[in-house]
């Protein structure tokens, strides 16, 4: 059966420092990943999604990036956290867009 | 870009039926699913529709309407455990793109 580990649950990082959040994809491959973002109470922002090795597509204009080196790992990085870098971030995994598969999240505290 | 409308709040009592609807705006639309999230966890998934119609599963029943640019999540038999929210996601730029709405916190009261 396929499995999705993301680490850490919860991190607390200063102003300014760097982030990187891994995910990986276990039972399955060639997945879509996907990187979203939710604040307290709201919606889930697409970040970025990938389709393969290297291909990333952004959503949303910022200070984050996304990296995919192998098959099934996904990371999302910055050099350096804003305050509105804080949230609730999520990794998916799908094949067609149909069902996605969430990961347990990491929140996310910027201060 | 995409757009999807949900109401942000409903109630219903335990028993009842509750519909939340969800209407989208986005280019190149393949299928619209639904995904129920408890405070705190992750989205879950529960059901998909691509061409227009109803799709049930259990107590939980989704419809679309292409055409209005409309679908709807019927919850049947209402259970204190279905308080969450649940939001609706448009499948669209060759179906790897999946973007979700704002979300509907649903409410069970006995």
């Known amino acids: 059966s396929q499995t999705i580990h993301q680490w850490p649950a919860t991190l607390v990082q200063p102003v300014g420092s760097p982030l990187s959040l891994e995910c990986t994809v276990e039972?399955?491959?060639?997945?879509?990943l996907y990187w979203y973002r939710q604040a307290a109470g709201r919606g889930l922002q697409l970040l970025f999604y990938?389709?393969?090795?290297?291909?990333i597509s952004s959503e949303v204009p910022q200070n984050l990036s996304a990296s995919r080196p192998q098959d099934r790992q996904f990371i999302l990085s910055s050099k350096k956290l804003l305050l509105s870098d804080s949230g609730f971030y999520l990794c998916?995994?799908?094949?067609?867009?149909?069902?996605?598969?969430f990961g347990s999240g990491t929140q996310l505290s910027v201060l | 870009g995409q757009s999807l409308e949900q109401p942000s709040e409903v109630t219903a009592v335990e028993g009842a039926i509750v519909q939340i609807n969800c209407t989208y705006q986005?280019?190149?639309?393949?299928?619209l699913s639904w995904y129920q999230q408890h405070d705190g966890g992750a989205p879950t998934f529960l059901s998909y529709?691509?061409?227009?119609g109803l799709e049930e599963t259990g107590r939980f029943s989704s419809f679309l309407s292409r055409s209005d640019s409309y679908g709807y999540l019927l919850l049947q038999e209402l259970q204190m455990k279905d308080s969450a929210s649940y939001f609706c996601?448009?499948?669209?730029?060759?179906?790897?793109?999946?973007?979700f709405g704002t979300g509907t916190k649903l409410q069970v009261i006995p």
């Open positions: 998916a995994w799908g094949r067609d867009g149909e069902k996605l598969f």
């Open positions: 039972g399955t491959s060639n997945p879509n």
């Open positions: 990938s389709v393969g090795i290297g291909q």
């Open positions: 986005t280019s190149g639309f393949y299928g």
């Open positions: 996601a448009v499948s669209s730029g060759g179906y790897q793109k999946v973007t």
């Open positions: 529709n691509a061409l227009d």
